[in-house]
């Protein structure tokens, strides 16, 4: 049994403190949801169930957001939701799992996505062990991103952060700041033409109140003087900015996946593949390459066959050093609609944009093979390929 895609939506992306930062997260999914049942006229009833990814979980987003996004959304008590957290893989994990279970025949649709607000993640603070702690200082952790509450029993070297990940990576592979600036400028300008080419206009829902013109991040006036002045963040000589990695933001996504013959429509695509793989935490980065690969390998097709690839820009230095090591592949049908560099990177709905995104485009050009995949924080990679 094949998995198709019959509908991919996302709101637009808004920066961490900006238009979307007044929504809740699981009404940030709910909008998504309520979306693509109404655009396909698809009684939401016949759902057999919700699978949405979130990174984080601690706020809002807590207590299964798939479940409280689906009830929001005047989906009917009967159709279930799960929450799954692959952190920046989350959606594409969500998609994975929903493809295997349309293909075990346990369901015949499946309502696949992600959310995440990191404006409305909230500070935390660990809890005592003992029932009445003595009075002292407490630390606070930002649970928007990154490593918190750190287990030492963990290598240091494991647990640093994204940026110095990202750092190390620009050394391994040789990537200069130039050409990380270079690709930033890059994901700017081809975002800002697609989105004002029409390109984006099929997939994205608008937030009632919370209206936006394009994903808020995207800057189509940067230019690469302006980003070669930003100061390096994670090493005094370093190359990381943030201006060519990826911001914090806040969004939803959602896929919707069938059987064949499940909806009386035609599918923007199908799964064909689908691949996951595991690195050193450190070097995160670039666990996408074998993650794609395999993909690749159990659809029965290799870079050669490849049309279009959507890859999660986490960081430049790790968009170049996938490129690089996919020595197959031509450059210029990587992220030919511009990135999360430009786009934003909500974590948990990222992987739904990325998959849906590639589907809508395999459906521009009337076929075609398409990869979309997506580095994971503490060293993991995922990826799906797509076919029409």
């Avoid at 994205?204 to 930003?230: F, H």
């Avoid at 999360?340 to 485009?361: D, K, N, Y």
Wanted: hydrophobic share 45%; proline share 4%.
């Amino acid at each position: 049994m094949t998995t198709f895609i019959y509908d991919a939506v996302r709101t637009p992306f808004g920066r961490a403190g900006g238009a979307l930062s007044g929504v809740r997260p699981d009404d940030l999914a709910a909008v998504a949801m309520r979306a693509i049942v109404e655009r396909t006229g698809l009684d939401p009833a016949r759902i057999d169930d919700v699978i949405f990814g979130d990174a984080n979980q601690a706020g809002e987003d807590n207590r299964d957001v798939a479940r409280f996004g689906a009830l929001l959304a005047g989906f009917p008590t009967s159709v279930p939701g799960v929450t799954v957290n692959r952190l920046c893989g989350s959606s594409v994990e969500a998609v994975i799992q929903g493809s295997r279970a349309i293909e075990a025949g346990d369901a015949d649709l499946i309502l696949a996505g992600g959310v995440e607000s990191m404006s409305r993640a909230p500070y935390v603070v660990e809890k005592s062990p003992k029932p009445f702690p003595a009075v002292g200082n407490q630390t606070m952790w930002n649970t928007s991103i990154g490593w918190r509450m750190v287990n030492k029993a963990l290598p240091k070297e494991w647990t640093i952060s994204n940026g110095e990940s990202a750092e190390k990576l620009a050394g391994i592979y040789g990537i200069s700041r130039e050409e990380q600036d270079a690709f930033a400028l890059r994901s700017h300008r081809l975002a800002a033409e697609a989105w004002a080419a029409g390109v984006y206009d099929g997939e994205i829902v608008q937030v009632p109140g919370a209206e936006l013109a394009r994903d808020e991040g995207i800057r189509a006036d940067t230019t690469l003087e302006k980003l070669a002045g930003l100061k390096a963040l994670f090493a005094a000589d370093g190359t990381v900015t943030a201006g060519n990695a990826s911001p914090i933001n806040d969004g939803a996504s959602a896929v919707l996946l069938g059987a064949e013959g499940a909806l009386d429509l035609d599918p923007l695509a199908r799964v064909t593949g689908r691949g996951v793989f595991g690195n050193d935490p450190d070097v995160f980065g670039v666990a996408p390459v074998e993650a794609a690969n395999r993909a690749l390998a159990r659809a029965g097709r290799t870079w050669a066959d490849v049309d279009v690839v959507e890859l999660n820009e986490a960081f430049a230095s790790q968009s170049l050093a996938c490129a690089q090591l996919w020595t197959e592949l031509d450059p210029e049908k990587l992220n030919i609609h511009g990135g999360a560099i430009a786009i934003g990177h909500p974590l948990g709905a990222s992987g739904g944009r990325i998959i849906g995104h590639a589907a809508h485009e395999l459906r521009r050009r009337g076929g075609g093979v398409a990869v979309a995949a997506i580095c994971i924080g503490v060293g993991q990679g995922l990826a799906v390929v797509l076919e029409l």
